[in-house]
């Protein structure tokens, strides 16, 4: 699967020199079949501490790059009049390698000159982004990512508890990726060994097995215990989603296919609700939130499709369900703080689906807290949806609740190891909804086997960690893993995000004004040169940073 070469990453392993501050761990970097990826071990893990400013005037850069760099540090001040250049990844060369490099070294200069590769790399272009804290706009909730049974079966197969430690930090820890988001599945998903929900005995409408757990969920609630114990993540937000009801609540007595849930079932099925958060909560996961289910469409449409537990519901009958059960059931009970999202589907469903529950039970949608969103046709349906529905039901939080590569026929439906452009969508996507007010983001499994499982329905994708099956003692941080981390490492929950306008094409960004005040802006370079930014701070002045072509980073500052 890989060509072995157990590099590291170059500027990372000087990263406690750098300001001799905090001690870090640099990635230990292989290249893969499609680029690079950082290797991790019941012994070893990369991690980056985050940064103390000593400072007013101190800025600090994170860097990661198509080239190689993942979370490399740079770091100096405002207004020193002089331009700081942040250095990509070089990889090093054994002595046999050097005497090829130098033996060619006449020849590569002159078939370079007549190479657009090679002279768009010796392009420099450049960019002014001014970033004014006075412009305000959403507050933000956090990100995270999925714990189906998928990542239950991989992690509990881990040769080493260790190795699963190691993913929950990578993840949760403030050194991690600092996430504080979580979606769990109500009962089973696509991502499992088998569909399975609670009270799957035919007629079991008091729900009589809901007073202890499933096995498989004493082992996923085992697993995120110890994941809240050893990240030290403080304030773990968890999502409840249910893909199906018991099939016998069903019209077509199936996990999937054309079928919705039978009317004289509704109660029950909110019920069934309410008896999951006690459960939760009784086994020490409190619940954050749930939703209305997930994809509804799954079961009304697409059902010649999706092989894996769904169940249909339409605007109409979601409607009746919300207003005259679900929402009553929780707003009257112990749960009535619990936060609702409607949907959790597609974009190109916004903003009608919530006009048409308003239509058939009016102000239905009061119910909701927030609209979550998934994220796999947003290069198709594009943001006036979301703006539409921002305008129509203001005040509700945003959030895209599932994300990842490998769904579509034109994309490879497996991981693809190391791949860069997977990861600059994922940055593109991130920059674009947050930038239309989003206030989270949930990705979909936390890790994946190395052929995108394992599963019940052949249902195979990519996933920002990938673990190693043939032996269950290492996995691997793709490229999407720190992509995501640009994002998530340095704005914590309560940050709020501020106006960054560039000044050209050459740079997209967001930036953040966080609880402490700081400011925590990521700049995205998808060109295929070098790019000098320069940075104008409202309150802090400016400064000048060159940045290498095809990569991200994430800037912190007073």
Same mark, same amino acid.
């Given at each position: 699967m890989f060509t072995s070469r157990g590099v590291l990453v170059l500027g990372v392993l000087l990263l406690s020199a750098i300001g001799g501050r905090s001690e870090s761990f640099p990635c230990k970097l292989r290249d893969a079949s499609h680029g690079k990826v950082c290797v991790c071990t019941a012994d070893y893990c990369d991690y980056l501490e985050n940064p103390v400013l000593?400072?007013?005037?101190?800025?600090?850069?994170?860097s990661s790059s198509k080239q190689g760099l993942r979370f490399s540090t740079t770091s100096d001040k405002f207004g020193t009049g002089k331009k700081v250049t942040v250095q990509d990844y070089v990889e090093q060369a054994s002595e046999a390698a050097n005497e090829t490099i130098v033996s060619r070294l006449l020849d590569d200069v002159v078939a370079s000159a007549f190479t657009l590769q090679s002279r768009e790399s010796s392009i420099t272009r450049s960019v002014t982004l001014r970033l004014d804290r006075t412009k305000t706009h959403? @507050?933000?909730? &956090?990100?995270?990512?999925?714990?189906?049974?998928s990542v239950t079966y991989l992690v509990d197969n881990f040769k080493k508890s260790e190795l699963g430690d190691h993913l929950y930090k990578s993840y949760y820890a403030e050194q991690g990726l600092g996430f504080n988001l979580m979606?769990?599945?109500?009962?089973?998903?696509?991502?499992?060994?088998?569909?399975?929900?609670?009270?799957q005995e035919e007629g079991n409408t008091l729900l009589s097995d809901m007073d202890e757990l499933d096995e498989r969920d004493v082992?996923?609630?085992?697993?995120?215990?110890?994941?809240?114990?050893?990240?030290?993540?403080?304030?773990?937000?968890v999502k409840g989603t249910a893909w199906s009801a018991p099939p016998w609540m069903k019209t077509n007595n199936r996990w999937t296919g054309f079928g919705r849930l039978k009317k004289q079932y509704y109660q029950i099925w909110a019920d069934y609700h309410l008896?999951?958060?006690?459960?939760? @909560?009784?086994? &020490?996961?409190?619940?954050w939130a749930i939703s209305t289910g997930n994809e509804p469409l799954n079961g009304i449409f697409f059902m010649f499709f999706v092989k894996f537990m769904s169940m249909g519901w339409t605007p109409q009958t979601q409607a009746v369900f919300l207003n005259d059960y679900l929402g009553p059931a929780i707003r009257n009970s112990e749960f009535k703080d619990i936060i609702l999202f409607g949907n959790d589907d597609q974009r190109f469903t916004f903003p009608t689906w919530f006009k048409m529950m308003n239509r058939t039970r009016p102000n239905s949608i009061d119910y909701l807290d927030g609209l979550a969103v998934h994220w796999y046709w947003d290069e198709i349906f594009g943001s006036s949806f979301i703006e539409q529905t921002t305008e129509y039901a203001p005040d509700k939080i945003l959030i895209v609740s599932e994300s990842c590569i490998g769904d579509k026929p034109w994309q490879a439906a497996a991981p693809l190891l190391g791949s860069w452009e997977r990861a600059e969508k994922y940055a593109r996507d991130y920059l674009l909804n947050l930038k239309l007010g989003f206030h989270g983001w949930i990705d979909w499994n936390i890790c994946l086997d190395e052929g995108g499982g394992p599963n019940y329905v052949d249902n195979y994708v990519d996933a920002p960690v990938i673990v190693n099956t043939t032996t269950f003692e290492e996995f691997y941080k793709q490229p999407m893993f720190y992509a995501m981390g640009h994002f998530s490492k340095l704005v914590p929950e309560g940050s709020v995000r501020i106006d960054a306008v560039p000044s050209n094409v050459n740079l997209d960004s967001v930036a953040f004004q966080r609880p402490d005040k700081k400011i925590a802006a990521v700049l995205f370079n998808s060109g295929r040169a070098d790019l000098d930014i320069t940075l104008v701070d409202s309150?802090?002045?400016?400064?000048?940073?060159?940045?290498p072509a095809k990569s991200i980073h994430t800037l912190l500052y007073s």
């Open positions: 000593t400072d007013e005037n101190e800025w600090y850069l994170i959403q @507050k933000m909730v &956090g990100f995270g990512g999925s714990y189906t049974g979606r769990v599945p109500i009962g089973g998903c696509d991502f499992d060994l088998e569909p399975w929900s609670y009270a082992a996923r609630m085992g697993q995120i215990k110890r994941l809240i114990e050893v990240s030290g993540v403080k304030n773990l937000l008896r999951w958060l006690k459960l939760m @909560k009784d086994n &020490g996961i409190p619940i309150v802090r002045g400016e400064f000048v940073v060159n940045v």
